[in-house]
């Protein structure tokens, strides 16, 4: 099987993992650049390390890198961010032990009207094969500029180009080419793209290549609107399995999340399938499928492009409403290192700050007051074989997983506690079975003695501290 790893790393720039402004800044930093490559993407105790290794909110909207479908400005703070995350893939021992070769496909700005950001995916060049689908193509002088990742024609072979030094640099010097049938010539690895923008071609083909902007063909998709970011689409080889997958990164923006996810469901690429192959669609969807919007998937699950299976799924099975003991089980987002908590739910009306195992108190979204909402990240796959998923993890390094420390209530299902190892990161005061928490809560109450101290403590660096200060979306894996 082939392990993916996921994350929103919240606005991902170079001061992420490299900020020398002051000493407090640069420690923090590192400390950061640690937690992401040590504790999350060296992948669960034990286990055998992802294979590709996606980020979304790659944050590029300043004015320096350019419009959508334009490879990623390698000098900007985004750009060098990426750059310095594989570096760090590179040189670490655990991923060097285990024969990793990692590499990158050259992120591409998603989106404009301030809604421009990029994706970058990692990949382990020893077990798959970045194939496209699309070919990097030239890009066009002003006044306009064609996106520089085109589909595969003869057309547009003609005016193939190289990445610029950085990204090519990324990419692996392994000599492997892709064969399409659009054309007689094998393209080179190193010069292939992924997809970032569609087209309904039921009645009208696609445009090869694509018109400069302004111009938009009344065929493009948008999602929902023009300059909304589209899922940005990059197809591997499996090495050992000789199977195809085809992964699908989506970051919506939330005012326009229901929207957007809902328009998934008319790309042409999302909606089938081929045999031998498996369609993997993940990220932040902005969806919270506990609020009432999850009817944004159900084209993907059960209309017209119903192959679909949802992996944090609020409901037990494809029909009916949301099972609130569910919801702990499938929340993704964290509160402020301010406003989060370790507390659970005894002698108090549940709320984002005194909840059950494993959210506990921590999970939410921040505001004045805070929100329950927070099961915005997920993953979906389709098989045109006789295929399955297994594994699926919500990588949350505070009660750890599985998520099996404590009972499951009636309601929860094994796919929501039978993920892969992640260690606890709560002290062990604050996640017990004892008095003064109820068994199969786990945390500390609000009256316990000192349980503000302790909450005090859970709000720190070494905690919830610099988690939030990493990203306020866990990650998420899976076996496909």
């Known amino acids: 099987m082939t392990r993916i790893l996921y994350w929103n790393l919240c606005n991902f720039s170079l001061p992420k993992l490299y900020d020398p402004a002051t000493f407090a800044t640069a420690n923090e930093s590192a400390s950061r650049q640690a937690h992401i490559v040590t504790d999350i993407m060296r992948g669960p105790t034990g286990g055998p390390v992802p294979d590709i290794i996606v980020v979304v ?80 193509y030239e890009l066009y002088a002003p006044p306009g500029a064609v996106g520089q990742s085109q589909p595969v024609a003869q057309a547009t072979y003609a005016k193939l180009t190289t990445y610029p030094a950085p990204w090519a640099a990324a990419m692996p010097a392994l000599g492997r080419t892709t064969s399409f049938p659009q054309i007689p010539q094998s393209i080179a690895e190193t010069q292939l793209a992924g997809e970032w923008q569609y087209y309904d071609t039921t009645t009208t083909a696609r445009p090869i290549p694509s018109p400069p902007p302004p111009e938009m063909p009344d065929n493009r998709l948008n999602f929902p609107h023009a300059g909304c970011r589209g899922p940005f689409y990059t197809r591997f080889l499996d090495v050992a399995g000789k199977r195809t997958i085809n992964l699908f990164s989506v970051h919506t923006s939330p005012a326009t999340a229901t929207g957007a996810v809902r328009r998934l469901a008319d790309v042409s690429q999302i909606t089938t399938v081929s045999a031998g192959e498996v369609n993997v669609l993940l990220g932040d969807f902005n969806v919270d499928t506990f609020e009432g919007a999850a009817e ?125 190892p992640f260690p606890v990161g709560i002290p062990a005061k604050m996640l017990t079975k004892s008095p003064p928490a109820l068994t199969g809560s786990g945390g500390i109450t609000p009256n316990a003695g000192g349980a503000a101290f302790l909450a005090q403590i859970f709000q720190g660096w070494d905690y919830l501290g610099k988690r939030f200060s990493t990203s306020d979306h866990l990650p998420l894996m899976i076996d496909v």
Request: glycine content about 12%; overall charge negative; aromatic content about 8%.
């Open 296 to 420: 944004a998937y159900t084209n993907l699950l059960t209309g017209s492009g119903g192959i679909y299976t949802l992996h944090l799924d609020s409901r037990t099975g494809q029909t009916g409403d949301p099972v609130p003991v569910r919801k702990p089980y499938c929340m993704t987002h964290l509160l402020s290192a301010a406003q989060g908590t370790p507390y659970n739910d005894k002698n108090v009306t549940p709320d984002p700050q005194h909840n059950a195992y494993p959210r506990f108190g921590y999970m939410g979204c921040s505001g004045q007051p805070v929100s329950d909402s927070g099961a915005i990240d997920n993953i979906l796959t389709a098989y045109g074989y006789n295929g399955q998923a297994a594994g699926v993890t919500v990588v949350n390094t505070l009660t750890g997983t599985p998520y099996d420390l404590f009972p499951a209530p009636p309601g929860v299902t094994a796919d929501l506690t039978s993920g892969r």
């Open 57 to 136: 909110e790659v944050f590029s909207r300043t004015a320096d890198v350019g419009a959508e479908g334009i490879a990623l400005n390698p000098g900007s703070n985004a750009g060098l961010a990426v750059l310095r995350l594989l570096a760090q893939l590179r040189a670490d021992p655990v991923l060097a032990a285990n024969g990793s070769n990692w590499c990158l496909v050259p992120p591409l700005n998603l989106g404009g009207i301030g809604q421009q950001e990029a994706v970058a995916v990692f990949y382990n060049a020893t077990t798959v094969q970045f194939t496209g689908p699309n070919l990097f």
